[in-house]
């Protein structure tokens, strides 16, 4: 086409020449086509390069473009906590980031290939160009062999997942829990990217458990209403029967009124004074206490109650410990580790609190000569409504949540709270304050 159009020209332009100069010698025609032929050339290539110039750069710009979005794309990839995984339409394995790596123990990208491997995928997902890359089996996952989504996971729902929306289009979303990860639950989110097929999964084992928790905490917690309030109804209804009559029975059953009704009072104050402390709603009013003090108050109150008729207590604290706390909730921390330790004691046994100073913290130790607990049981003392040995803890009053109060107070006064136990043997509980000595020293 091209040539044909040169010849016409060629013709056309030999003619005009022919009839506007036809004395010119043959020497003199040909000297004057090269020069019209080199004019010509000039703008002609002229033209081109331009052309060309503007379509490298047009190319350079874009070129730049998907570079800069895939490397992006890479590094919110990479640092993403969710794993992700697209495949492609013959269910290869066309992409992964770290977290998916580490899930399905795939080898980890080095910080070159995503970017060139992501470059081509996505370029091939969203535009609706050939993919090259994820069609060629070896180029898939850069040098390294490509996988295929079976061999990855064994897990049919999540197979059929990704398969259900290379065919269908449509997005999935299911839960899937992980044998080989610890049982973790995980939402998979599955979405059609043009041929591709990509999946995030979301870790969700931790919502699972608190909600677990809050189910269980709410079902304590009408067990624990649900108990005295039978008991105040079954009282109640027997002396409407009759049992008001005898003077005996009357006093009996008045005083098992009032013991329930104290308990409800005292599980329905713990609980709000749990909550206000766990969304914050309190204040502490730190002054500087001499802690032997506090101690022997709080044991005195202890010593009165019946339980404790038969334990043995001893202070082993050192006169000059000062700390910095607030009063009230300092008495209701020891309060609540004292009664346990009383409680959950053996007839006879004893209760020691000791106390030491060191580099600016004083550590607070209560020890009884109990049963024990459990190492089971170890990490969940602290949890709201938890109570060991149901069997056991059933013979003792009490909700279980003393030590969520307590744990909750001690690191509101910026301390740690461990626990020691050994079954048959007893338990030591010990908690850190900051010292008001050291506090002062450092004002100074
Ligand atoms: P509450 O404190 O609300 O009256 P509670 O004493 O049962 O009830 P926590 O103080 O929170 O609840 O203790 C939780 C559980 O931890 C107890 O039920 C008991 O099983 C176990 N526990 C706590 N302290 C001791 C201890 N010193 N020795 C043995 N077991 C203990
Ligand atoms: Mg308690």
Redesign the pocket.
């Known amino acids: 086409m091209v040539t044909l159009a040169a010849l016409l020209i060629f013709v056309v332009y030999e003619t005009i020449k022919t009839a506007l100069f036809p004395e010119l010698s043959v020497i003199s025609s040909h000297v004057i086509t090269v020069i019209v032929v080199a004019v010509m050339t000039f703008f002609v290539s002229r033209y081109a390069l331009n052309r060309y110039s503007q379509a490298l750069s047009e190319t350079q710009r874009q070129t730049r473009i998907t570079q800069e979005t895939n490397t992006l794309l890479a590094g919110v990839l990479a640092t993403m906590r969710e794993a992700v995984i697209i495949v492609d339409s013959q269910m290869r394995v066309a992409l992964y980031n770290d977290a998916a790596a580490a899930m399905f123990k795939l080898p980890p990208k080095d910080a070159g290939r995503p970017h060139a491997h992501l470059s081509a995928t996505i370029d091939d997902g969203l535009s609706e160009r050939e993919p090259q890359v994820i069609n060629n089996p070896t180029a898939a996952a850069g040098d390294s062999p490509s996988y295929r989504l079976t061999s990855v996971t064994r897990d049919p729902a999540i197979n059929s997942a990704f398969k259900s929306v290379l065919e269908d289009k449509a997005p999935v979303e299911l839960q899937v829990q992980m044998a080989d990860r610890d049982h973790r639950s995980f939402q998979l989110n599955v979405a059609s990217l043009g041929d591709l097929a990509v999946g995030v999964f979301f870790d969700i084992t931790q919502l699972e458990r608190l909600e677990r928790v809050r189910r269980e905490f709410f079902a304590n917690l009408s067990h624990e209403l649900r108990t005295p309030l039978t008991a105040m109804l079954a009282c109640s209804e027997t002396l409407m029967d009759g049992a008001l009559d005898d003077p005996d029975a009357r006093t009996r059953f008045v005083e098992v009124l009032h013991k329930h009704a104290t308990r409800m009072s005292s599980l329905i104050s713990?609980i709000s004074d749990l909550s206000a402390i766990e969304s914050g709603q309190f204040e502490l009013s730190l002054e500087k206490l001499r802690l032997r003090r506090v101690v022997s108050e709080v044991v005195a109150l202890a010593k009165s109650q019946k339980a404790a008729t038969d334990i043995s207590f001893s202070i082993s604290i050192p006169d000059s410990i000062l700390v910095e706390a607030d009063r009230t909730r300092l008495e209701q921390i020891l309060y609540?580790m004292i009664d346990?330790?009383v409680?959950?004691n053996r007839p006879g046994g004893s209760v020691s609190i000791s106390a030491d100073e060191n580099d600016g913290s004083v550590a607070i130790s209560i020890e009884?000569t109990?049963?024990?607990?459990a190492a089971l049981d170890l990490p969940r003392?602290f949890e709201r409504l938890?109570?060991?040995?149901k069997s056991r803890?059933r013979k003792?009053e009490?909700?279980?949540?003393?030590?969520?109060i307590v744990k909750h107070l001690v690191h509101a006064h910026g301390g740690e709270l461990t626990v020691v136990s050994e079954l048959g043997q007893g338990?030591r509980f010990t908690f850190t304050l900051s010292s008001a000595a050291h506090a002062a020293e450092q004002a100074g």
Request: no cysteine; hydrophobic share 35%; aromatic share 8%.
């Open positions: 713990d609540n346990n330790a409680k959950f009884d109990g049963a024990g607990i003392v938890y109570r060991g040995d803890s003792t009490g909700a279980g949540l003393g030590l969520a338990t």
